[in-house]
């Protein structure tokens, strides 16, 4: 595809429910990065992955969050047993690496995740 | 601790005008700076990259400053249009690791 596919671009829950969110980076891009951003604020860094390396979970909340990426390519990220502080826009970046490293990160649409 | 701050007030200014946004940070060592805009409901789109060895980077209407001194960036928008209107993010890239903080936003307001 052309860009960075985020799915489903809506879930509503319950509390105590898993949630699974999907992304399809951009084909080719080594660097895959999950942020949350809430209702107004910035984006909060959660995961990064990047080729074959252990991946930078530095970002996750709790140890309710995961995250995976298979093939290098797609990756999942699963909320187990939801809150609703949970509730949130969770966005998706890839980005490829340049000579001089990183550079620009291309963002999903999101996926707006409400936890009733 | 590290912080990267925006002002999280809305900036409200004329069409026509310039609109100056500003990024600063403390505790930082960055590598570079990058500005991103944000639609409601979309992903952030990066717009400018400035690295800590440049003082000025230009795109059409688009200008970013970095002042490593000051630990501050700008980001000037001339001739400014209502299309304009959208929150801007900054971002830096620390010297070390990989990740790329992003602050809060600031949200412009170009009225007609």
């Known amino acids: 595809g052309a860009g960075v596919s985020q799915s489903p671009s809506n879930k509503v829950t319950e509390k105590g429910k898993d949630v699974e969110l999907r992304c399809d980076p951009i084909s080719g891009h080594t660097a895959l990065y999950w942020y949350r951003q809430s209702l107004g604020q910035g984006l909060e860094f959660l995961i990064y992955f990047q080729g074959n390396s252990a991946p930078d979970k530095s970002g996750l909340p709790s140890d309710r969050f995961s995250a995976e990426r298979t093939g290098g390519s797609v990756s999942t990220l699963t909320i187990q047993r939801t809150q609703q502080e949970d509730s949130a826009v969770y966005l998706c970046?890839?980005?490829?690496?340049?000579?001089?490293?990183?550079?620009?990160?291309?963002f999903g649409p999101g996926t707006r995740l409400t936890v009733l | 601790s590290q912080k990267i701050e925006q002002n999280s007030e809305a900036l409200n200014i004329q069409e026509g005008k310039t609109a100056t946004l500003t990024c600063n940070y403390t505790?930082?060592?960055?590598?570079?700076l990058q500005w991103y805009r944000q639609d409601p409901g979309r992903g952030p789109v990066f717009l400018l990259l400035i690295r800590e060895n440049e003082k000025e980077k230009r795109k059409e209407r688009l200008k970013v400053t970095f002042d490593t001194t000051l630990k501050q960036s700008l980001f000037h928008i001339t001739a400014s249009q209502p299309a304009d209107s959208a929150t801007y993010l900054c971002?830096?890239?620390?010297?070390?690791?990989?990740?790329?903080?992003f602050g809060g936003g600031t949200r412009l307001m170009v009225k007609p």
């Open positions: 971002a830096l890239k620390n010297n070390a690791g990989n990740m790329l903080t």
């Open positions: 970046a890839s980005t490829s690496l340049s000579g001089s490293g990183y550079n620009e990160q291309f």
């Open positions: 505790n930082y060592s960055p590598a570079y």
